[in-house]
């Protein structure tokens, strides 16, 4: 089955550690986003690749790093620079490029850092 | 001012009852419109996805769209237990570029009780 698989489902982390997050799709889409979740927060975009190799800083990009290298990957370090990384950090993907095609989500990896 | 606005709730329903989520929003540059469900510890998932005025169905779903209004709504007939979620509205604004353009409510938790 196609899919978004993102790993791992929990991860714990010490402050002051850098920490990636997997994200992998097989749906031979083009764009891949990460977005973080929090209670009462709603969705919030940190980075988006639109091709391979190129990627853009959405609107919480601070303390995080991407690289695209390869089309079905897009993984994200959350660096010890984030000052508030405890959060639910959802992958997506979209077929195109195109301004309104609609996402795609796998199911999250909650991250813990005390 | 937001956005885009919705509802948290918690909304509880028993089974079998219609149930009327709505967003609402602010910039008319919004085209594009969908309605994402979540299960707890789960990504979303894409229910529903429209882009003119009026009403969209799938089976128990309905999507509508009123620009005039700027007022979106989901209508959930003969509600199941299993529709208990978070349910989330997602706009597109109109004009090209990236799809840093989307823009999430923050979601309304839904209860459907037996």
């Known amino acids: 089955d196609g899919g978004i698989t993102q790993s791992p489902k929990y991860l714990f982390r010490k402050e002051g550690q850098n920490v990636t997050l997997s994200c992998e799709q097989n749906?031979?889409?083009?764009?891949m986003y990460w977005y973080r979740q929090d209670p009462g927060q709603g969705l919030r975009l940190i980075y988006y690749?639109?091709?391979?190799?190129?990627?853009q800083k959405g609107d919480i990009a601070e303390g995080y790093s991407v690289s695209r290298e390869k089309k079905e990957s897009f993984p994200l370090t959350v660096t010890s620079a984030q000052k508030n990384p405890t959060a639910f950090y959802l992958c997506?993907?979209?077929?195109?490029?195109?301004?309104?095609?609609?996402?795609?989500f796998g199911n999250g990896t909650r991250l813990t850092v005390t | 001012q937001k956005e885009v606005e919705q509802d948290p709730g918690p909304l509880s329903v028993p089974e079998g009852a219609i149930v009327s989520l709505n967003c609402t929003y602010s910039?008319?540059?919004?085209?594009?419109f969908m309605w994402y469900r979540q299960y707890s510890r789960k990504g979303p998932e894409l229910l529903m996805y429209?882009?003119?005025?009026g009403n969209k169905e799938d089976g128990r779903f309905t999507a509508q769209v009123d620009k005039s209004s700027k007022y979106i709504s989901l209508f959930i007939r003969d509600s199941q237990p299993s529709d208990s979620a978070t349910y989330l509205c997602?706009?597109?604004?109109?004009?090209?570029?990236?799809?840093?353009?989307?823009?999430f409510g923050k979601g309304t938790k839904l209860s459907v009780k037996p």
């Open positions: 997506a993907s979209s077929r195109s490029r195109e301004y309104n095609s609609p996402l795609h």
């Open positions: 749906l031979n889409h083009d764009a």
């Open positions: 690749s639109q091709i391979v190799n190129d990627f």
């Open positions: 910039n008319s540059a919004f085209q594009y």
């Open positions: 429209t882009y003119s005025s």
């Open positions: 997602a706009m597109i604004l109109n004009y090209g570029g990236s799809q840093g353009n989307l823009i």
